[in-house]
């Protein structure tokens, strides 16, 4: 079973800029969650996707943005990016979301200049 | 708010050796709890979790021990590898997953 696909694996964006991640689950996982993880301030929860509908939402602000199509597969933008929103973007599936566990995929390293 | 404290930030164990990280949280809501092992460059990998009805789960070399009342569960990992270096991150789940800040283990041969 193919695990967690992220694309791309690597970004460079310039401040102002938008930019938009896009994440593969595993097939038949109908949740999908996103983290950032930043040195300073570890993993931090994003928003989390269950057929098609947000069904959670970490503290962020409205520039983060997802969503999730029919097939589960999800892509998350950040807008107006800012120098701080340089990180790792993690995605995570699982069957049911709240009480399956959880598989990650590799992660989008996204870089802010 | 810091919801699960971990601790140590880092650790150095010889091979052959037990590592021991410990984390605590606030929310009695939780109700799941999973480690994840991260080697750089990649994302977290489950690795072992337990549920609040349980005291202690193993897994081979890798045991989760849970203490309800003092809100408060480690890793223990029997004789460790170098292969088991990477940093370590507990978690605690309500709805969401809430991260420790991670342990980086280093296990000298």
């Known amino acids: 079973k193919a695990g967690v696909t992220q694309t791309p694996r690597y970004l460079i964006k310039t401040r102002g800029q938008q930019v938009t991640l896009s994440c593969s689950p595993i097939s038949g996982h109908r949740s999908v969650s996103w983290y950032q993880q930043t040195p300073g301030q570890g993993l931090q929860f994003l928003f989390e996707y269950f057929s098609e509908t947000q069904r959670n939402k970490g503290n962020f602000p409205g520039r983060f943005s997802g969503r999730q199509f029919s097939n589960s597969r999800s892509e998350m933008n950040v807008s107006t990016l800012e120098l701080g929103d340089s990180a790792l973007y993690l995605c995570a599936s699982s069957y049911q979301g709240e009480h399956t566990e959880a598989f990650f995929g590799q992660g989008t390293r996204l870089t802010v200049v | ?109």
């Not at chain 2, 091979?15 to 606030?26: H, L, P």
């Not at chain 2, 709890?33 to 890798?62: H, M, N």
């Not at chain 2, 940093?87 to 309500?94: D, P």
């Open chain 2, 1 to 109: 708010q810091q919801q699960v404290k971990q601790s140590p930030q880092s650790l150095i164990v010889q091979k052959g050796g037990i590592s021991i990280i410990n984390c605590a949280y606030e929310n009695t809501a939780f109700d799941y709890f999973p480690w994840y092992q991260q080697f750089p460059g990649k994302g977290p990998a489950l690795l072992i979790a337990i549920r609040p009805d349980v005291s202690e789960k193993k897994e081979g070399r890798f045991t989760i021990s849970f203490n309800k009342s003092a809100k408060q569960f480690s890793l223990h990992i029997m004789d460790s590898q170098p292969g088991d270096s990477a940093t370590y991150f507990c978690a605690a789940k309500r709805s969401t997953l809430t991260f420790g800040k991670g342990t980086m283990l280093l296990v000298s041969p």
